[in-house]
């Protein structure tokens, strides 16, 4: 897969599950995030290329609200390298509010796991 990304994204510590706002089905959890995508650990196939309205709870760490609702794109899916009973699924995001994206920023400041320097 060819990487088109601008801005790396960091893996998070910290679980959190998305939900499918139209459905109320939970699809998965973030696993990783940047300025401007995510990608969600999923049991089923999620189709590439459709806009996804997505629900992500919050904590008090990140928000004084307990949920954010955001739209998003899936870009990619693959297969997850590990379990072979997950799928790896990428999005962009397409529509957030500006009191959702500073949250989606928290998250990432919290709990998104800076890039190891070697110190050799």
């Known amino acids: 897969m060819v990487e088109n990304r601008k801005e790396k994204r960091r893996n998070l510590s910290y679980y959190m599950r998305v939900w499918d706002e139209r459905t109320g089905k939970p699809i998965g959890h973030l696993s990783d995030v940047s300025p401007r995508g995510f990608r969600i650990d999923c049991q089923s196939a999620l189709p590439v290329g459709q806009d996804f309205k997505l629900r992500l709870d919050l904590n008090n760490e990140v928000?004084?609200?307990?949920?954010?609702?955001?739209?998003?794109?899936?870009?990619?899916?693959?297969?997850?390298?590990?379990?072979?009973?997950?799928?790896?699924?990428?999005?962009q995001l397409i529509k957030i509010s500006h009191s959702d994206a500073q949250a989606?920023?928290?998250?990432?400041?919290?709990?998104?796991?800076?890039?190891?320097?070697?110190?050799?």
């Open 63 to 91: 928000s004084n609200r307990s949920f954010m609702i955001f739209v998003a794109r899936s870009k990619w899916r693959q297969t997850d390298k590990y379990d072979p009973n997950l799928y790896n699924v990428g999005f």
């Open 104 to 120: 989606f920023n928290r998250i990432m400041s919290l709990y998104g796991e800076q890039e190891k320097s070697s110190v050799w």
